[in-house]
T-cell receptor, first 112, second 110 residues
Framework: ETGVTQSPTHLIKTRGQQVTLRCSSQ?????VSWYQQALGQGPQFIFQ???????GRGNFPPRFSGLQFPNYSSELNVNALELDDSALYLC???????????FGPGTRLTVT | RKEVEQDPGPFNVPEGATVAFNCTYS??????FFWYRQDCRKEPKLLMS???SGNEDGRFTAQLNRASQYISLLIRDSKLSDSATYLC???????????FGTGTQLKVEL
């Protein structure tokens, strides 16, 4: 086990709603990255936080936002959900960039 | 053109076979390269890093060709337990942006 946990495991939301996904990193891991993985695709980088500051962002609109807290937990918030947001959302932690990333089991989001 | 390209497969091979996966990347400034393994409905896990000098870990050998922007993974003596999706990963942001390929699916059969 990687020591990275995510909640909830599964979630069903309606188009237009907002969602918050949570991740708890390994103790001592200052970096957390979030990814979106659609069915049959590789994970796509959403953003990374290092010591509570955003440290890099992929090609995702501003309605995808995040927070990292001092206790090694983090959140991914998505506003105005669209059907295409249905995917597996993965968080990954590492001791600091660069480095091996340890993935959590993911949250499977379905938008109807 | 995708930043990281892989043949999606699937590759169906008999147990004991040698199989090779290839990957190309478009950003010549990329610094770090990895192979991750992802089992069905599970999270990705690091298989190995890839160095210019090439590196080997048991039955697995990874190679990097910077001039051709090409990465490979060789699996010798395939086991049933090697069945998974293999993801080629390139660090295009100096440690703060990993770009994944779509993955290559491997099925090892009796």
């Amino acid at each position: 086990e990687t020591g990275v946990t995510q909640s909830p495991t599964h979630l069903i939301k309606t188009r237009g709603q907002q969602v918050t996904l949570r991740c708890s990193s390994q103790s001592g891991h200052n970096t957390v990255s979030w990814y979106q993985q659609a069915l049959g695709q590789g994970p796509q980088f959403i953003f990374q936080y290092y010591r509570e500051e955003e440290n890099g962002r992929g090609n995702f609109p501003p309605r995808f936002s995040g927070l990292q807290f001092p206790n090694y937990s983090s959140e991914l918030n998505v506003n105005a959900l669209e059907l295409d947001d249905s995917a597996l959302y993965l968080c990954a932690s590492s001791p600091g960039p660069p480095g091996e990333q340890y993935f959590g089991p993911g949250t499977r989001l379905t938008v109807t | 053109r995708k930043e990281v390209e892989q043949d999606p497969g699937p590759f169906n091979v008999p147990e004991g076979a040698t199989v090779a996966f290839n990957c190309t990347y478009s950003n010549s400034a990329s610094q770090s390269f990895f192979w991750y393994r992802q089992d069905c409905r599970k999270e990705p896990k690091l298989l190995m890093s890839v160095y210019s000098s090439g590196n080997e870990d048991g039955r697995f050998t990874a190679q990097l060709n910077r001039a051709s922007q090409y990465i490979s993974l060789l699996i010798r003596d395939s086991k049933l337990s090697d069945s998974a999706t293999y993801l080629c990963v390139v660090d295009t942001g100096g440690g703060n942006k990993l770009t994944f390929g779509t993955g290559t699916q491997l099925k090892v059969e009796l």
